[in-house]
Each structure stands twice: as C-alpha cells, then as structure tokens.
C-alpha cells in the first residue's frame, strides 16, 4: 500500500500473501522440483495485454480557473499541475495514476491569469470529480491565501465553477559565501533550506527541499544566490560548496524568520568536511564481499549543541564502498557531533542499537525495522559497527498446474529507518536517484517510481524476480520472522491475501511454495497493495 506523506512523497508497505503454513511455521507443500534440463520446459503465458487508456479517450471535465495577486492583478505564466481529485460528498479521493487517468497535462495562466485544466470526470464509476489538488509554480508566488495554515505550501484546490485564486508574493532573499578562514569568496555553492539534503557529486543530483516547491535559486554575476519564493516561517538553511579534486565546504546551519513580500541578505561561512574511517567488527569473515555503508548526519539547529530528536531537516546522506578487509572511510562529512551507519555486506548485516535501552526483537514489527547505531563524528577515532549474520528465503512461485511463472517480483518487508517518526527511507546509494532516494518501494517500472529502487533491492537480496524454474532467491534477510510480498503483472495469488510468515535464522535457508492465476489487481478482491 501506498501512502502519501505530505503532498509529495510516498511509503511503502508491503501487505504481502499467505503460504499454507502449521501450527509450527512450516511449509506444508515442499518446494516443487524443478523441470528437468532438457526436456520441454512448460511456461505459464499470460493471455491478457495491459491496457493503458489515454486522456482524450476517458469522459473529462474542465475545471477553468483564474489566478490573482493580493492587488487583484492577474499573474500570468503560472503552471498548475493536477496531482489527486476527490468527491464532496461520498469523501472519495484518488491521486492521479496514469495508468487509470491518463497523462498528466499541467496548464498556464495567459495574460488575464487565466487557464483550464482538463481532467478525468470521474474517480470511479458513477463518482464525480468535485475537487482537483495541484499544485503551481512561479519563481514570485509561493502560496495561496486560501488555507492561512498552510502558508508556504504551493497547494491549490479547484472546483467545478470557475474558480478565483489569490496568490501571494515570498520574501526575496540574497545569499554569498566565503571559505574560513580567508574569506575567499565562492561563486558556485548551493542552498539547502528546510529538508533532507543527499551528497554524492558523481552519482546524485541534490534534493534542496522537502517541500512540494523549490526555491528556483536564481544565480547572478559573482555567485550571489537569489530566491524570491521564502516562506513566512521559520527556514533553516546550510550552504555547500563543492570543490574541486572532491572535497565539500560545509557552512552552519542558520534560521530564517522573514515576511512575505520582504528583503533580506545572509553571507554564510564555509567550513573543510570530517573525514571518518570504520571497520566492520571481526565477526564478518574477510575478505569483505558487496559492503557498503550508509551514513546519515543530522545537523545541529542554531543554539542547540544536539541534533534535534526529528531530524529530517537537513540531514546529510552518504555511502561508501567496503573495502576487502572491512574498512572504510568517508571523506566529507559536514560538521555534527554524530553520524548514524548502517552497513550491509553478503551475509552479514549491521545490528539494530537499543531502544529505550532495550534491544530490539527480532520477529516483531520492530526486528523487520533496521535502524542505524549513532557514533562519534570526529575524525581522529575510528568507528567499529555491529554486524550479525543474515539467512536466505527461497520462494518457488507456479500457476495452479504446477507450472513455473517467470518473473514474478518478491520481495521482504524490510524496512530501513532513519528518523523518530517512522519515516521509511531507503539510505541514499549510488544507483539511486536522489528525487526517489526518499520511500523507495521495489516496485519495477513503477509510473511512482524509477527502477532505481528495485536495483538496490536486488544489490543486497531483498527482492528478486523469479527465473526459468519460477524461484526467487532472497540470499541476504536478517533473523526474525519477516514477511514476503509475491506479485506479478499479469497474475493474482490463489489463495488469501494474508502475510506470508518466513522464519529467517542466521546461515539458514527458509522455502516458501506459492502458486497464482493469470488475472489482475481489479480481479483480485481484498487486497491492500497498490502496485
């Protein structure tokens, strides 16, 4: 199941489907045999095409709409994009699938301010549309009076009668750098405001802000950073310069309290990174195979000499290879006085810390949670995490004839946790977009999400598409009783839509059996995944 966080990011729950198990958590159908080398292997085949219906062929309705400033001037050029449509009076909502909906097609106000938008009529059968969610974007505007608590937020609600919006200005703020201790100036930093923040100059592209807009920074002669879209609320920024032969300059975090439609100028202080060496502990046999570790650095708030118990805002993310012998180093860090590391290598998996100084349990909802242990950020001690050993889980997936289905994606309900609100995030690696870095499900060719995900499920064996003989192998899961989630495009499970139970113990193998049907998710009743 998907759920939305905010207006703009997702996470994943995997409501995953039963094997018929005993009273002692056994499989009761072993594991098939699977066909012989040689012979004439019999292939289940689908015999339904996916249908994609496009816009112009699902009954629309038009919802026109003028935009205006506090002055009742109209704005021209902004650009509405719908995102999700609901009905007054049954409460029905639905976010925009395209796959149902059609392609999203955003509109712009002309020179009177004025646009429409055309949108699917309905969001089910027989349940009308009364209401389109979008948001909007201009490099002045950021917010609507329409909702005084959401100030800020580029969120716009239309009805079915032609609608009249009042936009308002943000405050205009003027940004320069300098390195300590010269005060040479930099010319090309970048802002982070408010949010999460995602390094790796080679592999990701930034992510300055969690909220459903962006600043759109406007850079002048000399490296002065312009943004005329500041909220009327508190704002924490930090500055980073990358520089070159690799090395990052790390301003402080600094608050930002501003008024709309105002002025201001900051020069912010760059600072050299921490460096941090590590070691995997001497229970992982060497040479080390496929490790990496994640990195997660919260930042210290103006005034506070511990980052804040939710730490979403501006965090730092980073990762790094696994040496043979179990180090490894991480040359930039930003300036905190801890880091949270987590690491995964073939076999072995670092080990959740304590809760309330108690340990975590494995085979509960917590045990499939794992949590990075927070350490010392300074450069002169080296760090040494906790690893334990994982176990493999083999799923043999066939249709009701005892036929192999090939394909079939599975995957455990793993979840890697970074905050104290149970935000489920995936640590930032490599092979990940830094837009989808945040609540990745495994879903492949997600219209939500990239394939990004997917593959670095895959990297460390926590999901997997069947093969020629229908079996998936998840080689790397930790110790406790997880679940498996099996699906397929063109195929629906057979029998009820309950958790499948997987007993993970350390060098051990655990062997599920499922068999499906061809069919879709519409055929398929009482089932909470959204894929």
Not at 203 to 229: H, M, N, V
Not at 394 to 400: A, G, L, R
Not at 501 to 519: F, H, N, Q, V, Y
């Amino acid at each position: 199941m998907l759920k939305m966080l905010s207006n703009s990011f997702l996470v994943f729950t995997v409501v995953v489907n039963p094997v018929a198990v005993d009273a002692l958590g056994q499989v009761e159908a072993p594991v098939a045999s699977p066909p012989s080398i040689g012979t004439d292997e019999k292939k289940a085949t689908p015999k339904r095409d996916a249908v994609v219906a496009p816009l112009e062929k699902i009954d629309q309705a038009t919802f026109k709409f003028t935009l205006v400033d506090e002055d009742n001037q109209p704005i021209a050029g902004v650009v509405v994009t719908p995102h999700g449509m609901f009905n007054e009076e049954s409460r029905i909502h639905s976010r925009w699938k395209p796959e149902l909906h059609g392609k999203i097609v955003p509109a712009t106000t002309n020179d009177n301010g004025v646009a429409e938008l055309i949108v699917p009529k309905y969001l089910e059968e027989d349940v009308e549309a009364d209401f389109v969610k979008c948001s909007f974007d201009h490099p002045e505007f950021i917010t609507s009076t329409q909702n005084p608590r959401m100030l800020g937020e580029t969120l716009l609600i239309l009805g079915r009668s032609h609608s009249k919006k009042v936009l308002l200005r943000g405050a205009t703020g003027k940004f320069t750098a300098h390195l300590v201790p010269n005060q040479q100036p930099v010319n090309n930093f970048q802002v982070m405001t408010s949010s999460r923040i995602i390094q790796n100059p080679r592999s990701f592209i930034t992510l300055p802000t969690i909220r459903p807009f962006d600043l759109q920074w406007e850079k002048a002669d000399g490296g002065t950073l312009t943004s005329k879209r500041f909220p009327p609320e508190t704002t924490f920024l930090r500055a980073v310069h990358f520089a070159e032969k690799g090395s990052i300059y790390f301003s402080d975090v600094i608050e930002i309290d501003v008024e709309l439609n105002t002025d201001f100028s900051e020069n912010l202080l760059l600072r050299p990174a921490t460096r941090l060496k590590g070691a995997l502990d001497e229970s992982v046999p060497r040479p080390i195979r496929n490790g990496v570790v994640f990195a997660d650095v919260p930042p210290i708030l103006p005034g506070e000499t511990r980052p804040p118990s939710d730490s979403e805002m501006l965090n730092w993310h980073d990762s790094t290879e696994i040496a043979a012998d179990g180090t490894f180093t991480f040359e930039n860090l930003p300036p905190s006085p801890e880091v949270r590391l987590l690491a995964i290598c073939d076999g072995y998996i670092s080990a959740n810390p304590a809760i309330n100084g108690r340990p975590i349990s494995q085979g509960t909802a917590e045990g499939w949670v794992r949590r990075p242990r927070s350490h010392v950020l300074d450069q002169e001690t080296p760090v040494e995490i906790d690893m334990e050993q994982t176990g493999r889980c083999v799923v043999q997936v066939t249709d009701e004839q005892n036929n192999p289905i090939v394909a079939a994606k599975v995957t455990s309900n793993l979840i890697f946790n970074w905050t104290a609100e149970n935000l489920q995030i995936i640590p930032a690696f490599a092979n990940v977009d830094s837009k989808n870095e945040i609540n990745i499900d495994y879903k492949e060719n997600s219209t939500i999400r990239r394939k990004q995900g997917w593959k670095w499920a895959e990297r460390f064996g926590f999901a997997a598409k069947t093969d020629k003989q229908g079996i998936a192998i998840l080689p790397n899961l930790p110790e406790g009783d997880l679940r498996i989630g099996i699906w397929h495009d063109d195929y629906i499970l057979t029998e009820t839509h309950l958790p499948i139970a997987a007993d993970i113990a350390p060098g051990e193998t655990t062997k599920l059996l499922r068999r499906m049907k061809i069919g879709s998710k519409k055929d398929q009743p009482n089932t909470s995944s959204d894929r």
